[in-house]
C-alpha cells in the first residue's frame, strides 16, 4: 500500500516503546526524508521486521489463521521457541530472527540473498563507503575510488599480516548526484548488514568484514591465549565501533542467537561470524559427560574437540559451513604434485 515501508525495530526494545524512524524514497508518502516517531507493537520485539504506515501509526500486526475448534492455534516457530520452558532456553538461548539483510535507510540492499549475495550500496556526496579491498563488483562512473590504510600503518600491517586481509581498504565517494557500487565476498556464502548505534561493538571473525560506513571504525584486539590458540579466529579479531552500517559476509549461512543475562550458547570454533564487544566466552571440550579422559574421548572422536562457549547477554552469528571442514574435505581429492623428471641429455 501507498504510504507503507518496513523498518527493523532497534535492538532491545518491546511493545508499546517508542523510536524514530526515518520515511525512505519511494513510499509516495509526503513525509518522504523526514523522521517520524512509531510505537513497537505487540508481538514484535527489537531486532525483527515492522510494517509502518508514513502518516504515524503502525498498522496492527497480521493475524494467523485459526485452526480448527479441536486444536489449539498454532504459534510460529518464532514464537514457540520465545515461549519454551524458561529452563531449556538457560542452556540453549533463542534464535528470534535469521539475520538483517533489510537497511531502512535505503543506503544497503542485499543482492540474490543465499549462497552467492552480494551488497549493493548508494552514495550522496558525504556519505561514502568503505570495503575490504578486491571486493568491487561494478559500480557507477561517478564513484571515485580511492584506497586508504584506515587507522595507520600499524592498524594496516595487523590487517595483512596477522588476519590476510587486505593492506588497504577500498573507499567509495561520489562528488554530486547518486552513484552505486556492488561488492562480494571473495567465498560463496551470505550478507547481512548490521545497525551499529555507536553504544556497543562487534567482534568479527577474520574474512569475514566486508563493507561499511566510513563512520564506522575497523580496530584491532588481541585475545586470551587460549582464545587465542583454540578459538580458531588467532590472537588478533577485527573490532568494529561506531554509529552507521557494518556489512559483513559467511561461509554459507548465517544464524543468529539472542542470548539473555546467564544464557549461554555453545559453538563450533570454526563457525563464528560476529558476536557482541562485550560479550564474554571460554574455550572448553565439546562433550561434557564422564571424567576428563571420556569428556577428551568424546570431544575427539566426535570431529567436535574444542568448542566456544558464549555467556548472555548479547548477540552471536554463526556460519552453517566451515571452510576449514570443507578444505580437510577437498585435500584428499586434489592431484598430488610431483617433482617432474629430470631430463637427460642424450
Known sequence: MSGQFQVQVPEGLVPGQMFQVQVPPGTGSPME????????????????????????????????????????PQMPPQMQMQAAPQAMQASA???????????PTGKYSVIEQ???????????????????GGAMISMSPNV???????????????????????????TYDV???QGDVLLGPPIPGDVMVLHMDGQQSYKIQKGSFLACDKSIEIKYA?????????????????EAFGSGRLVLNSYGSIARYDLQPGEVRVVDNGALVAWSGFMQYNIGLASQEGGFMGRLFNSFATGEALVCRFTGPGTVYVQTRSLFATAHRLFPLLPEHKKPKPQSNN
Do not use: H
Open 33 to 72: 526524508g523526514q523522521m517520524m516517531t512509531v510505537q513497537v507493537p505487540e508481538g514484535i520485539v527489537g531486532g525483527q521486521m515492522m510494517i509502518v504506515n508514513a502518516g504515524g501509526a503502525p498498522p496492527p500486526p497480521p493475524q494467523m489463521n485459526p485452526m480448527p475448534p479441536q486444536m489449539p
Open 93 to 103: 538461548g533463542t534464535a528470534p530472527d535469521l539475520y538483517t539483510t533489510f537497511d
Open 114 to 132: 543465499g549462497a552467492f549475495a552480494a551488497a549493493q550500496g548508494l552514495m550522496v556526496p558525504g556519505d561514502g563507503i568503505k570495503s575490504e
Open 144 to 170: 571515485i575510488i580511492k584506497t586508504s590504510m584506515d587507522g595507520g600503518c600499524g592498524q594496516a600491517c595487523c590487517r595483512c599480516c596477522c588476519l590476510g586481509e587486505s593492506f588497504f581498504l577500498s
Open 175 to 177: 562528488d554530486a548526484g
Open 222 to 238: 588481541l585475545q586470551g591465549c587460549c582464545q587465542g590458540l583454540a578459538s580458531g579466529e588467532g590472537f588478533i579479531i577485527q
